[in-house]
């Protein structure tokens, strides 16, 4: 059986404890419920990953980058019968789509925590990453110049980049929190 999910992060949780738990629980059933394919989230990926953010409390960011980014999705890669390019790739995707379920619901919090002036700002910033994260695993996808290895390399990027973009946007819940 599943482990209920829990929030992303004990000071965020000490901060808005019902907000973060709503989010952390709806978050968990709708993406581990919403992709039928063999690669989709399930709750205990979703669990893996806060559960490494917990843990990591007080840590820098970095520290965090490096303990939590690839956790489900690099234990996914040493099962053999995702050996290939689709499984390579859909480990990396299934990893993202939990970091970016957080850096969505994280984004939100910190928007409703800014000034109207800030918050409008801030909308831009995050429309002009998304177009810096799609061009930046464009290309390392086109540095393989068509190659199969660039359909991997791609989806590690948008993965590592999404969970980094995550981890900022928490540093803002926290930061707009506290003020």
Not at 125 to 153: N, S
Request: hydrophobic share 40%; with cysteine; net charge negative.
């Amino acid at each position: 059986m599943p482990r209920p999910c829990r929030s992303p992060g004990s000071s965020l949780h000490a901060t808005h404890p019902r907000a973060v738990a709503a989010i952390a629980v709806g978050r968990c059933g709708a993406l581990a419920a919403s992709d039928d394919s063999p690669y989709a989230p399930t709750a205990d990926h979703i669990q893996t990953i806060h559960d490494c953010l917990e843990a990591s409390a007080g840590a820098t960011r970095r520290d965090i980058a490096h303990d939590c980014i690839g956790i489900v999705a690099d234990p996914c890669l040493e099962d053999p019968e995702n050996q290939h390019t689709h499984g390579m790739a859909g480990c990396a995707r299934r990893e993202e789509a939990i970091w970016d379920g957080l850096l969505n619901d994280w984004y939100a919090m910190a928007r409703d925590a800014m000034p109207a002036g800030v918050a409008t700002e801030y909308r831009d910033v995050q429309r002009l990453w998304i177009k810096w994260r799609d061009a930046k695993c464009g290309f390392a996808h086109a540095r393989f110049e068509g190659g199969t290895a660039g359909i991997p390399a791609s989806a590690y990027c948008s993965m590592e980049t999404t969970a980094e973009r995550a981890l900022e946007l928490r540093d803002l819940v926290e930061e707009f929190a506290d003020r």
